[in-house]
């Protein structure tokens, strides 16, 4: 036995063989640790999945959820996990959700702050403005929301001549409609003619081009061309946007502001007391006629 414990002694006491030991541990602690974190990321879990492709704006039904097994690593934290969270939701603006992808939390939101991306992106001081236009005038439905646009204006003034030049330039525009108010570019299974482009104005602009679209008497028409693009003007006089803008105005009524009620009920007063004023006049003068 004492034999054996010096030989124990020795042999704990020996560096090399300590080094070994110590790094052997170290290399089973690694080994068992690095295979449970791997088996942790590839355990599958269950989530939810999109059944069927579903587009922007749309109710998700039970139908259109299912579930899947996916690697516990691929779940990021804004996937969402419980299915009853993303039923009765609906699919945000310009979101289209593919059919087998995961849920994420950006691309739901409920009926009441589902909003339409074209109003709420109007400026400050603006009003929207719903220019009408054709596949033709969009260039083959080439124009996207995003794009810079001017606003061009041809027309016929009184000598016969047709002018063209522009009327309005670097409008953004914020939406592109059908005929039915359904935005063109955010349904990827349906064939949608642009109609309408949406954009923000100012009031003297949103004016302008009102006035400019009633105008059917000088054969105005309003077009829109890529900002930074060239219009033909072949057979055409060029005018500037002042001149433009001059013509309508000089073509159209202006409309004056009301009165204040207080100035209307002042303008009957100075009217009563000019009749009254009159009348008393008059009756002096037929006085003075009978005394003669």
Avoid: W
Wanted: proline share 4%.
């Amino acid at each position: 036995m004492n034999s054996m414990s010096v030989t124990f002694n020795r042999f704990f006491r020996n560096k090399n063989t300590v080094t070994i030991i110590g790094v052997v541990l170290i290399l089973v602690i690694l080994y068992f640790g690095y295979s449970t974190t791997i088996k942790n990321a590839v355990t599958p879990v269950s989530v939810p999945v999109a059944a069927t492709t579903i587009q922007p704006r749309t109710l998700i039904t039970e139908e259109m959820v299912t579930t899947t097994d996916i690697a516990a690593k691929a779940v990021s934290g804004d996937i969402v996990r419980n299915t009853n969270d993303i039923i009765g939701k609906y699919s945000n603006v310009n979101s289209v959700i593919p059919k087998g992808s995961m849920f994420y939390s950006a691309l739901l939101t409920t009926a009441n702050e589902l909003p339409d991306s074209a109003f709420v992106k109007v400026g400050k001081d603006e009003v929207p403005y719903n220019f009408p236009v054709t596949m033709d005038t969009t260039y083959g439905n080439s124009i996207y929301p995003g794009n810079k646009i001017d606003i061009y204006m041809k027309a016929e003034n009184t000598d016969g001549q047709i002018m063209v030049g522009k009327l309005v330039e670097n409008i953004e525009v914020l939406a592109v409609k059908d005929s039915n108010g359904k935005h063109v570019f955010e349904n990827t299974e349906e064939e949608r003619v642009p109609a309408f482009l949406i954009f923000g104005v100012n009031d003297e602009i949103n004016i302008l081009l009102r006035k400019a679209s009633y105008m059917d008497s000088f054969a105005v028409e309003l077009f829109p061309v890529p900002h930074g693009g060239k219009v033909d003007t072949t057979g055409q006089t060029q005018v500037s946007t002042q001149y433009l803008k001059d013509f309508i105005n000089a073509n159209t009524v202006l409309i004056p502001e009301e009165q204040p009620a207080q100035d209307e009920n002042t303008n009957k007063d100075d009217n009563k007391n000019e009749t009254s004023n009159n009348t008393n006049n008059n009756q002096n003068n037929n006085t003075g006629t009978n005394n003669q």
